[in-house]
């Protein structure tokens, strides 16, 4: 069966359609999953009328129909949960015995340990934790991914190829999850961060700021395109911007001299440290 005909075929359930799910689905539409094969959930009826609208599937939501998470993974071949990891284990509990049996239910949610998750699902449920990130919704996310012990070969090929259509996917052990959030999951923000800072301060250098914010973006995009092509490493990359004497220089010197490395270490220690805590916090 070639990729494109398991796509075809691939029944997917969609619990809670905010920012992360929404940008998996974005992706996994874009990658050729028929819009036909899938059922989302909401919470309240007035978004889920926007959603369908905004995304092209059918979504209904608890608000219309309290079994609506119930209703959409009775004939799900996979349920991707993305909602709060405060609110999962209560989500899935309230469905566990409407799962198909070979279903294979995909958590996103930071830090909620498989143990906990799978405790409130039947024995056997198959069960992959995920750590995705939004740039999925533009085909450029990562998604780590840590099939749990009932996934067969075949469920984690098909929950690979749902996600590589529009992003990286690494698989890893589930105790390497708080890595992958550091790393991937959490790591736009820490860029959208970076370009927010240049282009504010490029404002107090005399800039519109609507100039500023798009040579920012552009700037970004066009680092991440050379980083991606992977025939030079980063370091190599940002040697060839340092003009010996030059502006680049200066500026490298000055991040390194208020300790940058260290910065990105401690923010990224603390992304872990939180997911882990959240594992738990969140329990059954
Ligand atoms: N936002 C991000 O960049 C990333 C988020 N995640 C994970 O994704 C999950 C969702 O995060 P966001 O999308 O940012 O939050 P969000 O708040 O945008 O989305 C959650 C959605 O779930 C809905 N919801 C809550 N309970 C529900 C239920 N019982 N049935 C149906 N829908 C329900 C909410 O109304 C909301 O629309 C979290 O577990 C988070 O850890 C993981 C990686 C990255
Ligand atoms: O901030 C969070 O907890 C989620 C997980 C990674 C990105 N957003």
């Known amino acids: 069966?070639?990729?494109?005909?398991?796509?075809?075929?691939?029944?997917?359930?969609?619990?809670?359609?905010?920012?992360?799910?929404g940008a998996i689905l974005t992706g996994m539409l874009a990658a050729g999953l028929p819009a036909d094969n899938v059922v989302a959930t909401t919470r309240s009826a007035d978004s889920a009328a926007a959603k369908a609208d905004k995304y092209g599937v059918r979504v209904i939501s608890n608000e219309q129909d309290p079994q609506a998470n119930r209703t959409?993974?009775?004939?799900?071949?996979?349920?991707?949960?993305?909602?709060k990891p405060k609110d999962i284990v209560a989500a899935l509990r309230e469905l566990s015995d409407a799962l198909p049996a070979d279903?294979?239910?995909?958590?996103?949610?930071?830090?909620?340990?498989?143990?906990?998750?799978?405790?409130?699902?039947?024995?056997?449920?198959?069960?992959?934790?995920?750590?995705?990130?939004t740039p999925l919704?533009?085909?450029?996310?990562?998604?780590?991914?840590?099939?749990?012990e009932h996934v067969s070969t075949e469920q984690a090929d098909l929950i690979?190829?749902?996600?590589?259509?529009?992003?990286?996917?690494?698989?890893?052990?589930?105790?390497?999850?708080?890595?992958?959030?550091?790393?991937?999951g959490s790591a736009p923000a820490y860029l959208f961060l970076f370009a927010e800072a240049i282009a504010k301060h490029a404002e107090q250098l005399g800039l519109p700021r609507a100039?500023?914010?798009?040579?920012?973006a552009a700037t970004v995009k066009g680092a991440g395109l050379m980083l991606e092509q992977g025939d030079q490493t980063a370091e190599q990359l940002r040697t060839n911007v340092m003009s010996p004497g030059g502006t680049t220089a200066k500026a490298i010197e000055s991040f390194q001299a208020d300790g940058l490395e260290d910065i990105v270490a401690r923010a990224m220690d603390a992304a872990a440290a939180r997911d882990r805590e959240m594992g738990e916090e969140f329990t059954a």
């Open 72 to 83: 959409a993974v009775a004939e799900a071949d996979v349920v991707l949960v993305g909602v």
């Open 1 to 21: 069966m070639s990729s494109t005909d398991t796509l075809a075929t691939t029944r997917l359930a969609v619990l809670g359609l905010g920012n992360m799910n």
């Open 211 to 216: 100039d500023a914010e798009r040579m920012a």
């Open 103 to 133: 279903a294979v239910v995909v958590s996103v949610a930071a830090g909620v340990t498989a143990k906990t998750l799978g405790s409130v699902l039947r024995a056997g449920q198959p069960l992959v934790r995920t750590m995705p990130n």
């Open 160 to 184: 690979e190829q749902l996600f590589s259509g529009s992003g990286l996917v690494v698989r890893v052990e589930e105790s390497l999850l708080p890595a992958v959030v550091a790393t991937a």
């Open 137 to 148: 919704t533009v085909g450029s996310g990562v998604v780590g991914m840590a099939p749990g």
